[in-house]
């Protein structure tokens, strides 16, 4: 999994949530889009292992962003807009030996990253700092529309575009903006109650990251003098799913002998390590703060030909937000 692929996985859609009582000891957790702008701080870190023939190869990403949030007032069939645009991005890559850092506040880092010359990942990084990006919502927060994200891919170079182009298409962030505005069970709740989801990511050639989760409500708490919902969360199953080979060949490409490309399957993954919560504030109904920590691990088997190679994957995905009061 390579950094391009991780970062343009690593962005999510922030809401706004607002919650109602229903009745005693019960709560329904609804979300609303007030007209306003808020500002979040977002880092996330992808660790991956793949150990074959004895031998481990690790590559890391860690990004942190500050993201303003704004949504607009509704029109008159109740649709309101909600634009993204990124303040600040900071991403570290490592890949066995290799590293690489950007700053989006550093001039020099932006300057070297547009340069025609510049390497693919540098200039992937910085077309995200400097994309905006926006959802039409409707009354009940569906999401009608995703605009803007695939302008990231304009600024790369082909085949880069091409191997990311499923990961910026609008049909998919929009499902993606969808899950993220719409986490919470559709039922009064009590402090115990429990809901699940699944959700989908999409990596490197197609491959997909599948996760089935599991939301706890905890109930109401105190946090800084300021009355809270804390909903906890944690993953229940993972799989990576990889694409029919067919679905994955060029067609521009020379005709080649499919059993001499490598291709790898993926067992089933262990969850080893699950853990998160959503904190909502009470009194103004914005999330306040989140964070997920994840470990998976399972078995791979790289095949070259007729010739079968196992081995092992080891996942570590954490991810964590918080609104920053200005």
Do not use: K
Request: hydrophobic share 35%.
């Amino acid at each position: 999994m390579r950094a391009a692929s991780m970062i343009a996985c690593s962005t999510a859609v922030l809401a706004v949530i607002a919650c109602s009582g229903t009745a005693a000891a019960q709560v329904v957790l609804r979300q609303r889009c007030e007209p306003g702008s808020v500002t979040y701080e977002t880092t996330g870190a992808v660790r991956q292992r793949v150990s074959l023939l004895g031998q481990t190869v690790d590559s890391s990403i860690d990004q942190a962003m500050t993201l303003e949030v704004t949504t607009g007032a509704p029109n008159e069939r109740g649709d309101r807009e909600i634009a993204y645009r990124p303040r600040r991005l900071t991403i570290s890559t490592r890949s066995g030996d290799e590293r690489l850092a950007f700053d989006s506040a550093d001039p020099d880092d932006l300057r070297s990253a547009r340069q025609e010359d510049a390497a693919s990942t540098l200039r992937l990084f910085a077309a995200l700092a400097e994309a905006t990006w926006s959802l039409t919502v409707d009354e009940s927060l569906s999401v009608r529309e995703f605009r803007g994200r695939e302008r990231v891919l304009d600024g790369l170079d082909p085949d880069t575009a091409r191997g990311l182009a499923p990961q910026f298409e609008p049909e998919y962030l929009r499902r993606q903006a969808q899950e993220e505005l719409q986490p919470f069970a559709d039922r009064p709740v009590r402090p115990g109650d429990r809901w699940r989801r699944s959700r989908e990511q999409l990596l490197e050639g197609g491959v997909t990251l599948r996760i089935d989760e599991e939301f706890r409500y905890v109930g109401e708490i105190d946090a800084a003098g300021e009355r809270q919902h804390q909903v906890d969360w944690r993953c229940v199953a993972a799989r990576l799913v990889v694409p029919d080979p067919e679905s994955n060949v060029d067609a521009d490409a020379p005709a080649r002998d499919a059993a001499t490309q490598p291709t790898i399957d993926y067992g089933t993954l262990r969850v080893v390590e699950s853990r998160g919560e959503l904190r909502l504030s009470q009194a103004s109904g914005r999330i306040e703060s989140s964070e997920r920590h994840l470990v998976l691990t399972g078995p791979l088997t790289l095949r070259l030909g007729e010739r079968q190679i196992e081995g092992t994957v080891d996942l570590t995905l954490d991810e964590r937000q918080r609104r920053i009061i200005e």
